[in-house]
């Protein structure tokens, strides 16, 4: 592992923050009345899997671009997970925004708009041989993938 600055992970970071700026003005009809359910266990998890996978992301240069080698593929793996996660953030700002919608699936990937990011990051975690970030990303995605799956359950009943 190399410490030092990945354009990478800044890039990856800007792709997953953007469109969830745009989202705190485009949130799902009667979102709130599913936010008050949420786990305070999840959420904890969620918000350290946040903060450390954004660090992570940004301090370790294994995560920039090397010269081609098999593990590229894991790389490519990541990338591709968050060009969908764009593709899905830009079907639901096109949908009537409600909570089906947000919680849609994408490809066959379920909550694709909480678990496309965990996966691309979890990949980028391979590819740089980075345990840091894995481990990082586990927390994360239980957190994360954690709350957005009940709020899915919520939404079904």
């Not at 410490?3 to 953007?18: A, D, E, P, Q």
């Amino acid at each position: 592992m190399q410490l030092g600055f990945s354009y990478i992970g800044l890039l990856f970071l800007i792709m997953l923050m953007v469109p969830n700026f745009i989202w705190t003005k485009n949130q799902p009809v009667d979102y709130e009345k599913y936010v008050v359910h949420e786990s305070k266990v999840l959420l904890l998890l969620e918000r350290i899997g946040e903060v450390l996978v954004s660090c992570i992301s940004l301090i370790f240069a294994d995560f920039n671009i090397r010269p081609w080698t098999a593990w590229s593929w894991w790389f490519i793996l990541a990338a591709f997970m968050m060009i969908l996660y764009e593709i899905y953030w830009i079907r639901y700002f096109k949908s009537k925004k409600t909570m089906k919608d947000f919680y849609s699936s994408l490809l066959g990937v379920p909550v694709a708009g909480a678990t496309l990011p965990v996966c691309a990051f979890f990949l980028l975690g391979i590819y740089g041989k980075n345990p840091f970030m894995a481990a990082a990303v586990v927390v994360l995605g239980i957190g994360h993938i954690g709350i957005h799956v009940n709020h899915y359950r919520e939404i079904q009943n």
